[in-house]
């Protein structure tokens, strides 16, 4: 019995280090830096290099939240047994490699979500109402404000009433405030996260509003510095810099769907959070070194007839949807942030952009049917597995 249950342990940990690898592979390592290849501010393989370890970063202060939504926050009164974790992560993996198969993106915060709670319900387990309410909102505002956002950005950048050494500053600044609100594991107690503002607002006057005040007007100064040293330049430093959040990012809300399924099986053998933290990090690491250059290469071509104006307008909206999800501790697709906010910041030049309208809709109905199709084999199949 006790080698039986360390052999289904060990398939449900290939299983996660496998998505894990995955994530860094795929539009997770691949798309923050696409942009500034596209524009010719970074070689391919440095990006892919880079981002590894920046993914890392972002899994190991910043994937807690998503990463116990995932484990025990989808559905109440059960927990995933080491059967639940493999069925849930090979549901996810499958789907994605359909998804790559046929060209259009699966999202696996979707595929992951989906087989998760149909394998919680399909053991006896109640639907996590509250949960899914804060997960069907971000995911259905998502493209309303990443596209939206997107869209606004790339309408104003090339405007010659808005000079960019007004208009690029004022995006650093912005930037500058919410990188001051974002919460680090290293900042905070054990167990309790805490941001810059947070730490240092309570001992200077105006609290956290003067810290994040501070910080955006810190950065709005370095970057008018620069545009006025050389704009051209500035601008690509910008979206290296941009590049970095975002794949950060990446880390910290990818992760959770890595790891999430095993953490149950990891609390039983007194394994702490940061030990599966770091185990998921560094798949997405291996995972952004050995499988992100060729994607970084096929996306840098789309995001090098987007522009660094209009790559720019697409990586701030995802950098703040991002840090959102990962705040509120909610699963979410890198794919859903990054398309939506393409497809944005696309229909800001019109036919120019070129935004396919099937090729949306196509990829609305993928996001759509992955759900629904990993809820229904997670509960189908968990129910064709004996367990206990």
Do not use: C, H
Not at 126 to 133: E, H
Not at 180 to 194: H, K, N, T
């Amino acid at each position: 019995m006790l080698l039986s249950t360390l052999l289904t342990f060990l398939i449900a940990l290939v299983a996660s280090l496998f998505m894990a690898w995955v994530i860094g592979a795929g539009s997770s390592g691949a798309t923050p830096f696409a942009p500034a290849v596209g524009a010719n501010a970074i070689s391919i393989l440095r990006a892919a290099f880079v981002v590894g370890f920046l993914v890392f970063a972002g899994a190991l202060l910043q994937g807690a939240n998503v990463s116990e939504a995932v484990g025990t926050g989808l559905v109440d009164g059960v927990t995933l047994p080491p059967a639940g974790a493999i069925i849930g992560l090979g549901i996810g993996a499958g789907l994605m490699a359909i998804g790559i198969y046929t060209g259009y993106p699966i999202a696996t915060a979707f595929t992951v979500t989906g087989a998760v709670i149909g394998v919680g319900l399909a053991l006896g387990g109640s639907p996590a109402w509250a949960k899914y309410q804060e997960i069907a909102a971000l995911w259905l505002l998502t493209p309303i404000v990443g596209g939206g956002t997107a869209y606004l950005l790339a309408s104003t950048l090339p405007r010659p009433d808005v000079p960019e050494r007004v208009s690029i500053p004022i995006l650093g600044g912005l930037v500058g405030i919410v990188l001051s609100m974002i919460e680090f594991a290293i900042l905070g107690g054990p167990g309790r996260p805490s941001s810059l503002a947070g730490v240092v607002g309570p001992a200077v006057p105006g609290g956290w509003l003067s810290v994040s005040l501070v910080s955006g007007l810190g950065v709005f100064a370095v970057v008018r510095v620069a545009v006025d040293r050389d704009q051209s330049r500035a601008l690509q430093w910008f979206l290296l810099s941009l590049g970095a959040l975002v794949a950060f990012s990446a880390g910290g809300s990818q992760v959770g769907l890595a790891i999430g399924p095993l953490l149950p099986l990891l609390e039983d053998l007194a394994i702490p959070i940061t030990g599966a933290l770091v185990g998921g990090g560094l798949g997405m690491l291996v995972g952004a070194w050995t499988g992100a250059p060729r994607m970084i290469k096929s996306l840098s071509r789309d995001y090098s007839a987007l522009g660094p104006r209009r790559s720019i307008s697409a990586l701030i909206p995802s950098f703040v949807i991002a840090q959102s999800a990962v705040f509120l501790g909610v699963p979410i697709s890198f794919n859903e942030i990054i398309v939506s906010a393409i497809v944005g910041s696309g229909l800001a030049v019109g036919k120019a952009g070129g935004v396919s309208r099937r090729k949306i809709l196509l990829t609305l109905v993928a996001w759509v049917g992955s759900f629904t199709v990993a809820l229904g084999m997670g509960y189908g199949l968990m129910r064709a597995v004996p367990v206990g």
